[in-house]
């Protein structure tokens, strides 16, 4: 039987989706488990590789399946491994052959893995915005800030296989905010999900500027973008501020690769509205004059529910 | 007859190097000329083509030549066109078809053209310190600071063809110094032989240290090296200064492309004595830490009389 359909895995912190996807990026079938019900890897693997078996039996996709792509934090692309997955349960630290080990639970099914915003680079160019670009820098704005860069046509993966590590770039060099790596001043201390609550919470306190996110007792990112949408300037500011800081950094980033566009993807960018201006403004005054409103910014067109999966998928057709 | 040479030609403001090399990287004979003195491109390349065509016959050469390399600022490798080139005589504005021009002058040898520092690259990956590495950054540290990117084993050109503009990503974000390009806090300003000499004046303006730079009347980057070599206190910290802006500016570019080594070039790279260590030491710092003490520092191993020579030359052999 012709092997005309791939599977694709996000594997998240807390979930694990995993879809059935044709050439035409159509998902046929998907499903979801826990990723964090064990720390034994072998567990984990065993339900991932029974929970595939029943989803591609559903679809009657059993003999179908010409490969398996897997976006995974810390996925090395070149070795298969999951290294020192903080965030992961059962990833926690040293080298996972996890390639290697869904390989074998799947029947010799092979398996090819990156990392979640490579795996979105992916997905964006087999089946998204940037479908027929060879040039173009995904950024993942979510509770992090991710990276997929793309040049001739291929995602770079780097010396070692982690190339892409844009949302660890500084953004403010001195007395920045302390990030998870370690460091202080990284891009997404200031640009992601977390960020903006961050500057919420920090403006609030700094100033007395009126805001109806003074009456909220916890502020996430999307109360920031709710009262933005009302009108409050206080939460229209802090994108503003997000936009400047996104912007001033896609400028170095087009000195190094000269990409045709930058996708904006994640949760964040759903606040689309007021993030593209300032992002643009920064983007222009920072950039060099050759370069000066000829990088497109675009946003990612894929549904947010297949997204994940998708670009998962999309590394699977290379194999 | 056997087309085992190649020609490499590097064009600066001033002075034009043309050389022809063979396929272990000698250069067998050589010559300048001045890029100077015409604001005629047709002149220029006139007299440019009459000078290699008496090169070539010097040396037994003229049936030998398989192609023409070029470094040449704003040089675009896609289109082989000099665009709005500043700081050429005959390509101040507008867009030169360079490689065209020289091809209908040398009888069709078909000339390849890149900008300096990417030429620089490939040189390095041709016959010098970065010779087996597929992902490299050159980084040229001259009047200005100049990058070539290599990336699986190819040189980044980018959508445009004007991918690597390291030099102008910034290291210093508010008030940073004016650059010629227009921006401001540019790498370049701080870590170029002029930057280094701006530096020193601006220290010795602002503070009160004893130097011996200070009985000088013009401070080149020169004479603040000679003055670190002589123990002068204020010229090592200038030097370290320098390197740890280098070394900032060096994590961001590692998380970008994960490289196996940064390698150094040019006029400021002999002070390598007083610039290693604050470049390592801030590159550790403040990069992520799966890559600490992980990349390398290298300095181009290319006779600098010859590198420029056989940079431009390395161009040709992909011909």
Request: net charge negative; aromatic share 6%.
């Given at each position: 039987?012709?092997?005309?359909?791939?599977?694709?895995?996000?594997?998240?912190?807390?979930?694990?989706?995993?879809?059935?996807?044709?050439?035409?990026?159509?998902?046929?079938?998907?499903?979801?488990?826990?990723?964090?019900?064990?720390?034994?890897?072998?567990?984990?693997?065993?339900?991932?590789?029974?929970?595939?078996?029943?989803?591609?039996?559903?679809?009657?996709?059993?003999?179908?399946?010409?490969?398996?792509?897997?976006?995974?934090?810390?996925?090395?692309y070149?070795?298969?491994?999951?290294?020192?997955?903080?965030?992961?349960?059962?990833?926690?630290?040293?080298?996972?052959?996890f390639?290697?080990?869904?390989?074998?639970?799947?029947?010799?099914?092979?398996?090819?893995?990156?990392?979640?915003?490579?795996?979105?680079?992916?997905?964006?160019?087999?089946?998204?915005?940037?479908?027929?670009?060879?040039?173009?820098?995904?950024?993942?704005?979510?509770?992090?800030?991710?990276?997929?860069?793309?040049?001739?046509?291929?995602?770079?993966y780097?010396?070692?296989?982690?190339?892409?590590?844009?949302?660890?770039?500084?953004?403010?060099?001195?007395?920045?905010?302390?990030?998870?790596?370690?460091?202080?001043?990284?891009?997404?201390?200031?640009?992601?999900?977390?960020?903006?609550?961050?500057?919420?919470?920090?403006?609030?306190?700094?100033?007395?500027?009126?805001?109806?996110?003074?009456?909220?007792?916890?502020?996430?990112?999307?109360d920031?973008?709710?009262?933005?949408?009302?009108?409050?300037?206080?939460?229209?500011?802090?994108?503003?501020?997000?936009?400047?800081?996104?912007?001033?950094?896609?400028?170095?980033?087009?000195e190094?690769?000269?990409?045709?566009?930058?996708?904006?993807?994640?949760?964040?960018?759903?606040?689309?509205?007021?993030?593209?201006?300032?992002?643009?403004?920064?983007?222009?005054?920072?950039?060099?004059?050759?370069?000066?409103?000829?990088?497109?910014?675009?946003?990612?067109?894929?549904?947010?529910s297949?997204?994940?999966?998708?670009?998962a998928?999309?590394?699977?057709?290379?194999?």
């Open positions: 039987m012709e092997k005309d359909l791939v599977i694709g895995i996000d594997i998240g912190g807390q979930t694990t989706k995993c879809g059935i996807v044709d050439a035409r990026g159509t998902v046929l079938s998907q499903t979801v488990i826990r990723s964090d019900s064990t720390e034994d890897v072998e567990e984990y693997i065993s339900s991932l590789a029974e929970t595939l078996y029943r989803l591609m039996a559903d679809a009657d996709a059993v003999e179908r399946i010409r490969g398996i792509g897997v976006g995974v934090p810390n996925g090395n070149y070795t298969g491994e999951v290294e020192d997955a903080v965030n992961l349960s059962w990833g926690r630290s040293g080298s996972i052959p390639a290697t080990m869904l390989e074998a639970h799947m029947n010799g099914i092979p398996v090819s893995l990156t990392n979640d915003a490579n795996a979105a680079a992916m997905g964006e160019m087999t089946y998204g915005a940037a479908r027929g670009m060879k040039n173009f820098i995904m950024i993942t704005l979510g509770t992090g800030v991710g990276s997929g860069i793309v040049i001739n046509g291929e995602v770079v780097g010396h070692d296989g982690f190339a892409g590590e844009l949302g660890h770039t500084c953004a403010v060099r001195h007395n920045g905010r302390p990030c998870n790596c370690g460091k202080s001043g990284c891009l997404e201390t200031y640009a992601s999900a977390t960020g903006v609550a961050r500057t919420a919470r920090e403006w609030l306190e700094m100033t007395e500027e009126p805001s109806t996110l003074r009456s909220l007792d916890k502020i996430t990112s999307k920031v973008f709710e009262a933005a949408k009302e009108g409050d300037k206080l939460a229209i500011k802090i994108f503003e501020y997000t936009g400047r800081i996104l912007g001033e950094s896609f400028a170095d980033f087009i190094f690769s000269a990409p045709e566009a930058i996708v904006l993807f994640g949760g964040l960018a759903r606040a689309k509205e007021f993030l593209v201006e300032p992002i643009q403004k920064a983007m222009d005054e920072n950039v060099l004059p050759l370069w000066r409103g000829k990088v497109k910014l675009v946003f990612s067109q894929l549904k947010e297949d997204a994940a999966i998708l670009g998928s999309a590394l699977a057709w290379e194999l």
